[in-house]
């Protein structure tokens, strides 16, 4: 049974830096691109960062560039986002899913506010 499940959200102030993780079961890294998404209240859904499942290749979205990296652990069977800079913007729920996004793999997501 495949399972994505977030974790590592909180409520940091405009400049911090957050970790999150998402932890994969039901099968390997090798075998899909894994890719983290936000939805903010009142907007719609967005793609943030995408990490390929050969050669690790990244891609992120405009707004997030410089700022967040993705990373993945193949032993862990884990995918990271860690974000730095963090801005009022970024406030959102984060999920992580396979690329393209499978819908029955949606997990709960991992909540991030960005506030002073």
């Known amino acids: 049974q495949v399972q994505l499940v977030e974790s590592g959200g909180a409520l940091v102030p405009p400049g911090g830096s957050l970790r999150l993780s998402c932890a994969v079961s039901?099968?390997?890294?090798?075998?899909?691109?894994i890719g983290w998404f936000r939805q903010a209240p009142g907007k719609e859904g967005e793609g943030v960062a995408c990490?390929?499942?050969?050669?690790?290749?990244?891609y992120y979205t405009d707004s997030v560039r410089g700022r967040f990296t993705i990373s993945r652990d193949n032993a862990k069977n884990t995918v990271f986002l860690q974000m730095n800079n963090l801005k009022t913007e970024d406030t959102a729920v984060y999920y992580c899913?396979?690329?393209?996004?499978?819908?029955?793999?949606w997990g709960q997501g991992t909540q991030v506010t960005v506030s002073s």
């Open positions: 990490i390929s499942s050969n050669d690790g290749s990244q």
């Open positions: 039901g099968f390997t890294l090798d075998r899909y691109a």
């Open positions: 899913n396979v690329v393209p996004a499978v819908a029955r793999y």
